[in-house]
C-alpha cells in the first residue's frame, strides 16, 4: 500500500503486476491479463485449458515470457461474442492483454480521459474517488447486437465505478450478461448485495472475476512524515535521440483539445482500442508490434533497459517491450500522484513529476526508477506534441542517471 494525495481517498494498492507505478517484467503484466482471461473462459465454458501455464506466468517472471508467446499462438474461442472495455487510464492495458487471449468475436474499447471534439462519446461516466473523474468512449458502437459485456478494472474497492457503467450502459443496451473482472476484489458484503440489487432492478446478470479476494477497511488519515528526497542522481552525458515510427501502425485522423482549448492535430493510433478494435486486426496489430520491437531492439545499447508507457498509452509499449530481448523492464506515467517515502517497507521511495507534454495544465508522474541500473530508457508517447511542451518531460528523464533515453513517437 501507499498514501495517495486525493481527498477522496488516501491510499492505494500498488501493483506489482500491472506495470504502472512499479516496474514489472512486460509478460509478466501481460499474463495477469491472461489470467483473468482464464477465469472468464472458465465460467463461459465450465472448463479452459492451461490454467497452471497460465497462472505460472503470473507467479514466476521466468515463466512468464514463454507461456506469454505460446498462449498468443494458441488463444482461445469463447461461445459466444464478447465486448471488453478497460478503464482509463490504469486498465488500458490490463483490459486490453485479457481481450487479446481470445481469437474470434470479440472487440475492445477502452474509456479515455481525452476530449476529441469531432466526435460524441458514447458512454459518459463518472469515477467517484478519482483525481480525474471523467471518463469518455469514442467508440461508434461500444456495444452491438448479441454481445456479452466484460469490464476491465485493475482493482475493486467499492464497486461504485462498476455500477456507475452498468447503469449507463443499461440505459442505451438493456438486458445484456455483464462480467467484471479485477485484478483485487475489496468489496464488502453489503457492497456485494448492491450488485445483486442492480441485477434484479435492471434485469441483468453481474458475475464478477477477480485473480484475489478479501475484505479491508481502513480507519482515519495516513500519517504523512516528512518526504525523505531521494539522492539526486549524477550528472551523465545522456544520447538523447527521437525514433519516429509513424508509418508501421494504422492510425485514426482525430484531433484532441487539452483544458486550456489548445488543438493537437496529429492522429491517434487505431491499435490501442480508444476507438474500438476487432479480433480480426490481431494479426495486422502482432506484426506491427513485431516489426517495431525489431526496430528498436537493435538500438539498446546494454543489457538492462525500462521501457516507459505514458498515461493511457501502455498496452502497445508493453507488447513492444515483451519483444524487445532479455533484460527488459516496463512501467508507465500515470495522473496519480503518491506519497513518496524512502522507509524500506514502504512501497513508493521515489517520485518525479512534470505537466503532461499533452496538456500542461495536468501533472503526470513517474515513481522508483534510479535504484534499478538501467542502461537504456525508451519512453513511448502515441502521439506527436510541440517541442517546448517535452521540455519539463525530457529535463525530467534526462536526470535519471540513464546514459541512453530514446523517445518513440508511433503516431
Known sequence: MAARINKKRSFLF?????????PVRPEVSLMGGFALALLLQQELNGTAPCPEEVL????????AKAAFFRLQEN???PPR???FIGFAETATALGNSMYAAFATDCRYVHTTRELIPELDSSVNFEEVHSHATSHRC???SPVQDKEAIVLVDDELTTGNTVLNIIRELNSKHPGRDYYVASLLDWRTQAQQDRFADLERELGVTIKVLALLKGEMSTEGKPYLVAATTVQTMPRVDVDLD???LQDLFDTVDQSSLDSVGQRNPMPYLLATGRFGIESASAQRINRQISLAAKILKEVRTGSKTLCLGTGEFMYLPMRIAAEMGD???????TRSPIHQHAEPSYAIWEAFSYPSPDDPQIQHFFYNVTRYGYDDLFVFLERQVEAERMEPFLERLCNLGIKSVRVVILS
Open 242 to 244: 527521437v525514433i519516429r
Open 81 to 83: 461474442p464478447l465486448v
Open 14 to 22: 500498488v501493483s506489482k503486476i500491472l506495470g504502472k507505478h512499479l
Open 75 to 77: 488463444r482461445w474461442s
Open 138 to 140: 469514442y467508440a461508434s
Open 56 to 63: 505460472g506466468g503470473v507467479r514466476d517472471p521466468m515463466q
Open 327 to 333: 533484460g527488459v523492464w516496463y512501467q508507465s506515467t
